[in-house]
């Protein structure tokens, strides 16, 4: 055995080593999952945040970011509920801040934001299209001025003359009659002239977009990152309904339109993660998965 050690020695000495070396480099391992992260107990001021304006706050959903802009209104609910709203109208505006009831005691001079320019930080989440942070701490809202400045105008009403389709319709604004294309989805195609079958759900697309828009009064909004209009002509806008339903996410969301992924658009985050939650629905399109 003596014999067998003294042959050997420099290769056990070696085998040690590395069991003591690895032995080392696990406990060092252990030890440090540990430690918290870098962020975490951090207060919410020096957390590293992106900083964006309000207006692009839907293309940053599901993000932590410092928005800014400047409020044009405060509005509480008959429940409690504060809205933070950044344009006259709320329906057509790209983002706004909520504050629940439940902790609107946080926050008991709200209205000290109207016409002022803020600072609001948290997760950008989404409703109904719009983008959204919602205060649980008054350290998530800044004043960064206290100037005022005039309202925004309110975008004119235009009504619904006809749908033509799942993505498009036909709308009188003001007394010009317009065709207008809706940004950001892709409804199947129904029969027409040179396209003599209808696409799959083609028709239920249609008879859908009509159920929600025939005869109904809405605000055309156009996407910053768009064109004014397509090359057949056709305006290209977001369309909500009086009561601030974006039309174009509702046909996503319900199964009757594809996200239209070969232009980028503000809602593009939004709408694919709507096209996801119809997939896993079997909503609509997707319905023959599920055979």
């Known amino acids: 055995m003596k014999d067998f050690f003294d042959k050997n020695k420099i290769s056990i000495a070696v085998i040690v080593a590395a069991c003591v070396i690895a032995c080392s480099v696990w406990l060092s391992n252990s030890s440090a999952t540990v430690e918290p992260g870098p962020d975490v ?11 964006i304006d309000y207006t692009e706050a839907p293309k940053h959903v599901g993000e932590y970011a410092c928005v800014t802009g400047r409020v044009d209104h405060v509005y509480t609910s008959q429940k409690g509920t504060v809205f933070i709203n950044f344009c006259r109208d709320y329906k057509t505006c790209p983002f706004g801040a909520v504050i629940f009831d439940s902790d609107s005691y946080k926050f008991p001079k709200s209205e000290q934001y109207s016409r002022k320019d803020v600072e609001i930080t948290g997760l950008i989440r989404t409703y109904q299209g719009r983008a959204e942070i919602i205060l649980h701490d008054p350290n998530q809202i800044e004043i960064k001025s206290g100037e005022t400045t005039p309202a925004k105008e309110v975008s004119a009403l235009s009504r619904v003359l006809a749908v033509i389709d799942g993505d498009t319709i036909r709308v009188d604004t003001t007394g010009t009659v317009e065709t207008v294309r809706l940004i950001g989805i892709d409804a199947p195609e129904i029969a027409r002239p040179g396209h003599p079958q209808p696409d799959y759900f083609g028709p239920q697309a249609a008879q859908y977009a009509k159920k929600l828009l025939e005869n109904k009064l809405v605000y055309l909004i156009p996407d910053p990152m768009h064109s004014n209009r397509d090359k057949y002509g056709r305006l290209l806008r977001y369309v909500f309904l009086e009561d601030g339903t974006l ?6 969301e319900n199964g009757f339109a594809y996200n239209y992924i070969y232009e980028p658009f503000q809602f593009m985050k939004q709408f694919d993660y709507l096209e996801k939650q119809a997939k896993e629905k079997h909503l609509g399109l997707w319905a023959e998965n599920t055979k």
């Open 247 to 252: 039309v174009n996410a509702k046909l996503i």
């Open 41 to 51: 107990n951090k207060p919410l001021a020096q957390k590293t945040v992106l900083h």
